[in-house]
């Protein structure tokens, strides 16, 4: 071998190293603009598949709910399997699960698919985090980190704008199915490089999967999802109640199984760790809070104000545009200022809805868009300056073994906190509207939403604060 090839060795290993990483954050963002995207795209899913309020929950919900219930088992498998395999199988069941989506002539069969998007998800979402732990190293690592952060935020954010132009390019005449055909060609193209990009890894121990653990933990969830998103059309009925206290009596003896299986779903001991408790509690309060504000004013936007789907995903690129802004400065700051951006950012997301809430107050429905801009970019900025660094302050320091089934716990909070956010927040946002709403009820739906946002946006400061004090 001459001296020119062994020089240029390591150049070709660390692009292959940063082409992983694209394929692996293609797969991000997919899954995480599809929770997202359809916000825009639900006045013409209503009036096309004639969905009622409830029906619209569970479009968003199905998804987050099989995502979340299936997020653990899904990184354990990776562990024990290879996680690079479990990535391409959990995309390939995405891109098949988008393209029934596309295709789905009823509201029933759209929930149904959109469901089977939530598992292909499941399977693949703790992988990236996992390979990306496995792979890079030093800066490496927190660069790594920083840039999977900022793309799972720009799909978070971004997914409102993206779908408002599909939707008006209307492209082949598919309207709002294109929010979801447009998942096909990207999968395909990523399971097509994967192989030869991403390198296997798997846990040094191999083990039999805990079946019961994983029977147990998505029952759970379910148990507290389901009566959430139902019980406000219902009435509230005796089996809603029920389900939530058994979700309770799962969640305990899902606890007992993991201390007692020789190789369990979550190792307890991770849980020991305070700075991992509590980035999961700062997590939950996170995207919990962020994903029902992007449906609330997805609808305040075009059912309240009367928006197009363009027009509303274009007031969501204020929000964008300064996430991406402080997305990409949080590492500098963080250099300068410690963990003081965490903190900042939690507060800045507070007082932009803060603003934002005063402003709805004053405005209703009328008057201009652009007055808006200030509160969303406060928001956006705050969410830019939490959301880059909290999935890395989570996960540092923990044990390697573990790093598929630590990044699985972290993406099933973030997922069902997701579909948590939506369920709590959609009951104040529908219970405010009534049964014959008028566009000024919009405003009134948005704005005690919006006082419920401002206090977990508070919350979320107290907890980042605490976690600051845990090194890793």
Do not use: K
Not at 208 to 222: C, F, N, P, Q, Y
């Amino acid at each position: 071998m001459s001296d020119v090839d062994i020089q240029t060795q390591p150049i070709a290993l660390a692009l292959r190293r940063w082409l992983a990483l694209l394929v692996l954050l293609v797969g991000t963002f997919m899954v995480t603009l599809d929770f997202f995207i359809v916000n825009v795209a639900i006045p013409s899913l209503q009036r096309e598949l004639n969905a009622a309020p409830a029906t619209v929950e569970w479009m968003v919900a199905s998804y987050g709910l099989t995502y979340a219930a299936g997020l653990i088992v899904g990184g354990r498998l990776g562990d024990l399997i290879g996680r690079r395999r479990m990535f391409s199988s959990g995309l390939a069941t995405f891109t098949c699960a988008s393209a029934a989506c596309g295709c789905a002539p009823t509201a029933a069969l759209l929930i149904v698919a959109r469901a089977l998007q939530g598992v292909g998800a499941a399977l693949l979402a703790p992988q990236v985090l996992a390979i990306i732990g496995v792979t890079y190293t030093g800066p490496d690592r927190a660069r790594a980190f920083a840039v999977y952060s900022v793309v799972m935020g720009l799909a978070s954010a971004c997914g409102q704008v993206i779908g408002g132009m599909l939707i008006q390019a209307d492209v082949l005449g598919l309207g709002w199915r294109g929010c979801f055909l447009v998942n096909v060609p990207l999968g395909a193209v990523a399971l097509l490089l994967a192989p030869s990009l991403v390198a296997e890894s798997r846990a040094m121990l191999r083990s039999r999967l805990d079946v019961g653990g994983a029977i147990l933990i998505t029952l759970a969830i379910a148990a507290v999802l389901v009566p959430l998103i139902e019980g406000r059309r219902q009435g509230w009925p005796a089996w809603t109640w029920l389900s939530l206290i058994a979700a309770l009596a799962l969640a305990v003896a899902f606890g007992r199984q993991q201390r007692r299986h020789a190789a369990p779903l979550i190792d307890p001991a991770l849980f020991q760790i305070a700075r991992f408790r509590i980035g999961l509690l700062a997590a939950l309060t996170l995207f919990g809070g962020v994903a029902s504000f992007f449906l609330v004013l997805a609808l305040y936007l075009q059912q309240g104000r009367g928006l197009s789907p363009l027009a509303s995903g274009l007031v969501f690129t204020t929000m964008g545009s300064a996430f991406s802004v402080a997305s990409l400065a949080a590492g500098r700051v963080a250099r300068v200022l410690g963990g003081a951006p965490l903190v900042v950012g939690a507060l800045g997301m507070a007082v932009g809805l803060l603003g934002l809430r005063l402003t709805i107050g004053w405005i209703g429905v009328s008057g201009s868009s652009l007055l808006l801009v200030p509160g969303l970019a406060l928001e956006g900025a705050g969410m830019g300056l939490v959301m880059a660094p909290l999935a890395a302050a989570v996960l540092a320091g923990l044990p390697a073994r573990d790093a598929s089934a630590a990044a699985g716990v972290l993406v099933t909070v973030q997922q069902f906190a997701n579909a948590l956010g939506v369920a709590l927040i959609g009951l104040v946002f529908f219970g405010v509207l009534g049964h014959a709403p008028r566009p000024a009820s919009y405003a009134s739906a948005f704005d005690m939403s919006l006082d419920c946002l401002i206090g977990l946006a508070a919350m979320l400061a107290l907890l980042v604060r605490r976690l600051l004090r845990h090194p890793a």
